[in-house]
C-alpha cells in the first residue's frame, strides 16, 4: 500500500467524519483504524470541526429571541454532549439588572431556566428583599450548559461560552450586574483564585454595567451565619443602583 503523508491521513478523516455526520444525523463518531496512528487529539480536533461546524451567525444578534435561537444548538465545548437543555438565561428584555451565576445545575438542566432550585428561591426572596422582583430582571449563568457533577466550570468552556454572556449583556443594557458567588466572580473578573471577601464590597466596571459579587445562594442554604453580610451587599447594590437612576425618572 502507497504510503500516506500526515496530511492525507487527517483529509480521509475529515472525508469519512462528514459522512458520518450525514449517517448519524450529527451526532456520534467513530474514527476508522488509520486514526489511531495519528495524535489523538489532531484527529478529534479535526473530526470535531465537521461534525459538529461550528456557526458565528450569533455575533450578529440584535435581540435575545434571535441570539438564543442561533446558541441554543452549540456544540463549542463538550458539555453539549450531557447537557439535558441548554440554559440560555430568563427575564425581562430590557432589565437595568442582571443577576449572573457561575452555571446550571440539576434542577435547571432539566428545566431550562437558571436558579430554579432551592438556591434559585432564596435567590427570588434575596431579590424581592431590595425590591427587584424575579421578572423585573434578567438571571443568566456564565455557563450555558450543566457541568457534570456540578463541578466547577473549566477554563476552556469559560472562554467559550462567555461571549455568550457578553452579547447578552450588549443587548440587555444593564446598569447593574449581581454576580453570585466566589466562582463567578472571579471567572468574570479574571481574578484567578481570588477569595470572596477580596471582591465583596466593591464595585467593578464590567462591559459597560456596574457589578458587585456576593454570596451564591448555594452557599447561604449552607451556612445562614453569612446571610448578614450578603444583606449587607444587596442593600448597597440597592443603594447604588438608586443613585445611578435617580435622574431617570
Ligand atoms: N447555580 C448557579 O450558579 N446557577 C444556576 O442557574 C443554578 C445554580
Known amino acids: 500500500m502507497a504510503e500516506r503523508t500526515y496530511e492525507e491521513i487527517l483529509q480521509n478523516v475529515e472525508r469519512w467524519a462528514s459522512q458520518e455526520a450525514k449517517r448519524f444525523g450529527n451526532t456520534i463518531a467513530i474514527l476508522p483504524t488509520e486514526a489511531s496512528t495519528l495524535q489523538t487529539e489532531d484527529v478529534m480536533a479535526k473530526a470535531k470541526a465537521v461534525l459538529f461546524p461550528i456557526n458565528n451567525n450569533w455575533e450578529k444578534a440584535t435581540d435575545l429571541e434571535t441570539l438564543k435561537s ?13 447537557r439535558t437543555k441548554f440554559v440560555f438565561g430568563v427575564g425581562n428584555p430590557n432589565a437595568k439588572v442582571m443577576v449572573i451565576g457561575e452555571a446550571p445545575g440539576a434542577e435547571e438542566d432539566k428545566r431550562g431556566e437558571p436558579f430554579v432550585g432551592r438556591g434559585g428561591q432564596l435567590l427570588d426572596k434575596m431579590l424581592l428583599a431590595i ?8 438571571i443568566a449563568n456564565i455557563l450555558k450548559s450543566r457541568p457534570p457533577g456540578n463541578r466547577d466550570p473549566l477554563a476552556s468552556e469559560v472562554d467559550a461560552c462567555e461571549p455568550y454572556l457578553w452579547k447578552q449583556i450588549e443587548i ?22 481570588d477569595s470572596l471577601a477580596s471582591m465583596r464590597g466593591n464595585v467593578y466596571d464590567y462591559h459597560g454595567a456596574k457589578l458587585m ?11 445562614p451565619n453569612w446571610k448578614a453580610g450578603a444583606w449587607e451587599d444587596l442593600q448597597k447594590f440597592r443603594k447604588i443602583y438608586d443613585e445611578m437612576t435617580a435622574s431617570d425618572g
Not at 458567588?181 to 472571579?186: A, D, E
Open 131 to 138: 425590591n427587584f422582583p424575579r421578572e423585573e430582571v434578567f
Open 172 to 193: 440587555i443594557k444593564p446598569k447593574m450586574i449581581l454576580c453570585m458567588g466566589r466562582i463567578s466572580g472571579s471567572n468574570l473578573l479574571k481574578t484567578g483564585s
Open 213 to 223: 459579587v456576593t454570596y451564591h445562594p448555594a452557599a447561604l442554604l449552607r451556612n
Open 70 to 82: 442561533e446558541i441554543e444548538g452549540c456544540t463549542k465545548c463538550d458539555l453539549h454532549l450531557t
